[in-house]
């Protein structure tokens, strides 16, 4: 059973209207561990994840979640994962307490074991002094923190994060990292959407690129760096005359373009990935005789695979939860009618 993946799906697609969402979506994520799911706006990320959370049925195709099919074994798919979406799953008018005992009810415990259990996750999530207040006056760090809670009610194996830090401040991140942190360690396996590229560098084990609803990369975030395959080294030149001669040095390090720039005494080199390149570099200008204020290095990011992998930037994150990606607030209002 061990070697059974956490999350498979072969050809999946779900459509509303014209829009195709989810085309041919194929992966797979082992046990353990986080997969960062990135891409642009419209990608399919959330889509994806809903179906996987048995929130919506797929078109055709196969999606498995720990070897339980999402739409014939949905009650046990149900009964195995935890999801926090893009908006707190949480009553404003209830207490942060009431708010998990209620989810734990839900979720079949018994009132005294959601008592107990709601009072562990108030503790581990720092929020025992405001449990008995209702949950409207709660911070944007704090409600992310009691609906990531309400998600691990029923020990699940499995955890969907949809986009869990958007709209927070540093601070709370950092808070929101340490617990996904700590829930990997324990063996809980996450799936984890996000607008930040850092997030996913820092968080994830692999990552999956998707674009128009299908995957276009995965790896893990040093294998996926690796294809684009140069770094990019900036020198800056001791005052004197030796820009043009420094070229020819540079030039000589890496068959890239070399550029430089005059007026400050720049020059950025695109370097063949390698160790020791800047050593490399120092040395060789050394040995003509040129001097050097400083020489850094710049590895590819996750936005430069990004940028190559799907011809653009990532989109800049947005200071508050607005629905998910924006080629899907579609999605929403077709989600809206059907679930009306």
Do not use: C
């Not at 082992?30 to 049925?57: D, E, M, Q, S």
């Not at 020059?267 to 120092?282: C, K, L, S």
């Amino acid at each position: 059973m061990r070697d059974t993946p956490a999350v498979e799906t072969e050809r999946l697609t779900k459509s509303f209207g014209p829009t195709r969402a989810l085309a041919d979506l194929d992966l797979v994520v082992p046990r353990g561990g986080i997969l960062g799911l990135l891409g642009p706006n419209g990608a399919g990320k959330t889509t994806a994840v809903r179906v996987l959370a048995t929130l919506l049925r797929p078109d055709s195709g196969h999606a498995r979640v720990l070897g339980a099919d999402v739409v014939r074994q949905a009650g046990d798919v149900r009964s195995r994962i935890g999801l926090t979406g893009q908006y707190a799953a949480l009553d404003d008018y209830l207490t942060g307490r009431a708010n998990l005992v209620m989810i734990g009810q839900l979720a079949r415990l018994t009132r005294s074991q959601a008592r107990r259990r709601a009072d562990e996750l108030l503790d581990r999530f720092d929020l025992a002094g405001a449990a008995g207040r209702v949950v409207k006056t709660y911070s944007g760090g704090m409600r992310r923190r009691l609906d990531l809670a309400a998600s691990l009610i029923g020990h699940p194996e499995v955890l969907f994060l949809d986009e869990p830090t958007t709209g927070l401040d540093p601070r709370s991140r950092a808070v929101m990292w340490e617990i996904i942190r700590e829930l990997a360690a324990e063996g809980t396996t996450l799936l984890l959407t996000t607008q930040y590229l850092d997030e996913a560098d820092q968080l994830a084990s692999q990552i999956a690129v998707i674009d128009a609803g299908r995957v276009i990369a995965d790896g893990s975030p040093d294998q996926l760096k690796a294809k684009v395959g140069e770094d990019l080294i900036v020198v800056q030149l001791a005052p004197g005359p030796e820009l043009a001669a420094a070229v020819t040095v540079v030039g000589g390090q890496t068959t890239g373009p070399v550029d430089a720039d005059p007026a400050r005494r720049l020059i950025t080199a695109r370097m063949p990935a390698r160790e020791g390149i800047t050593t490399d570099v120092v040395r060789a200008l050394d040995m003509a005789g040129i001097r050097v204020s400083s020489v850094t290095l710049r590895r590819p990011s996750l936005d430069d695979v990004f940028l190559i992998l799907t011809g653009h930037r990532a989109a800049a994150p947005r200071s508050a939860p607005d629905g998910g990606d924006a080629g899907q607030k579609a999605e929403t209002g077709q989600q809206e009618g059907e679930a009306a």
